[in-house]
């Protein structure tokens, strides 16, 4: 499995809007976005299975929205109303796990650099 390379990070206001994108190439049946602030465990924002079935945390429903193109290798997650507590960096994984460990999103994989999401009042 090659590192993910995660872009589309950068500084917005709250209300505001942003797409990450991530390349990742290798196992991708299972792929997921996850954050993670200073001195907190990482946490599984969203992820998606093969079979297109997806899982949100619940501080992010209707507001995020993952998915991937398939033909560009690339997966994206669309952040819109975004809040202050959203402000972490954020990276993408994909990993070989069950459908239901997938949706769980307690899992991890090969990590990339992540990409620096700041909102602010």
């Known amino acids: 499995q090659v590192q993910p390379v995660e872009s589309g990070g950068g500084s917005v206001q709250a209300g505001g809007s942003l797409r990450l994108s991530c390349v990742v190439s290798?196992?991708?049946?299972?792929m997921g976005w996850f954050r993670q602030v200073p001195g907190k465990e990482r946490e599984g924002v969203a992820a998606?299975?093969?079979?297109?079935?997806?899982s949100y945390a619940d501080s992010v429903k209707g507001r995020f929205t993952i998915s991937k193109d398939n033909a560009k290798n690339t997966l994206y997650l669309q952040m819109n109303d975004l809040k202050l507590d959203d402000t972490a960096v954020y990276y993408c994984?994909?990993?070989?796990?069950?459908?239901?460990?997938?949706?769980?999103?307690?899992?991890?994989?090969?990590w990339g650099q992540g990409t620096q999401v700041t909102v602010s009042s």
């Open positions: 994984a994909a990993a070989p796990v069950t459908r239901i460990t997938c949706l769980w999103r307690r899992w991890g994989g090969p």
């Open positions: 290798g196992y991708t049946d299972c």
């Open positions: 998606l299975y093969v079979d297109g079935t997806v």
